[in-house]
T-cell receptor, first 115, second 112 residues
Framework: DTAVSQTPKYLVTQMGNDKSIKCEQN?????MYWYKQDSKKFLKIMFS???????INETVPNRFSPKSPDKAHLNLHINSLELGDSAVYFC??????????????FGSGTRLTVV | RKEVEQDPGPFNVPEGATVAFNCTYS??????FFWYRQDCRKEPKLLMS???SGNEDGRFTAQLNRASQYISLLIRDSKLSDSATYLC?????????????FGTGTRLTVIP
């Protein structure tokens, strides 16, 4: 009964490929996020979705596109992968917009390696 | 300037020691403060929220100084299982932006 689950856990792919990472939460939360953790362990938000609407879109390349079919799912699609995209991508969810006060629940991460 | 800055570490302490981590944040309008713990190759997990009056959870004590924009975490009687990276996290401002900013973390190793 994983609260926030991501697949795949590991992803190795060649430059130029297109790949997707899936995320699902069974907590009934309204808001979901994608974070990127680089080699220096710095966690930076990429996107957040609230009730299927994008509410934050940081300055990430447009090769990255979040897709949310419903509030329990937030997938991340990446086009034309580059070496610099190698990182760990974490999905997270929070109860609602006010849950900056309660923190987020993270998935176990997807380790992406672009070769 | 980074939103959240932490002691770089690493901290290597013997079992039973007391260790303190510090963190500063840049946005004076921030409204929420947390400490997260991240084990090697795992996801961040909420350790505790940090309240203005300071708060304690077992061996862990968190303090917030809004005037200095400074947050601390004190761990007493360190256990081997406390070995992890501790992330200082700051969120929210008066515009209601729903975002958490993470520090780069301080690595703790508790030695037998």
């Amino acid at each position: 009964d994983t609260a926030v689950s991501q697949t795949p856990k590991y992803l190795v792919t060649q430059m130029g490929n297109d790949k997707s990472i899936k995320c699902e939460q069974n907590l009934g939360h309204d808001t979901m996020y994608w974070y990127k953790q680089d080699s220096k362990k710095f966690l930076k938000i990429m996107f957040s979705y609230n009730n299927k609407e994008l509410i934050i879109n940081e300055t990430v390349p447009n090769r990255f596109s979040p897709k949310s079919p419903d509030k329990a799912h937030l997938n991340l699609h990446i086009n034309s992968l580059e070496l610099g995209d190698s990182a760990v991508y974490f999905c997270a969810s929070s109860q609602d917009l006010g849950s900056i006060y309660y923190g987020y629940t993270f998935g176990s991460g997807t380790r992406l390696t672009v070769v | 300037r980074k939103e959240v800055e932490q002691d770089p570490g690493p901290f290597n302490v013997p079992e039973g020691a007391t260790v303190a981590f510090n963190c500063t944040y840049s946005n004076s309008a921030s409204q929420s403060f947390f400490w997260y713990r991240q084990d090697c190759r795992k996801e961040p997990k909420l350790l505790m929220s940090v309240y203005s009056s300071g708060n304690e959870d077992g061996r862990f004590t968190a303090q917030l100084n809004r005037a200095s924009q400074y947050i601390s975490l004190l761990i007493r009687d360190s256990k081997l299982s406390d070995s992890a990276t501790y992330l200082c996290v700051v969120g929210g401002d008066q515009t209601g932006a729903n975002n958490l900013f993470f520090g780069t973390g301080t690595r703790l190793t508790v030695i037998p």
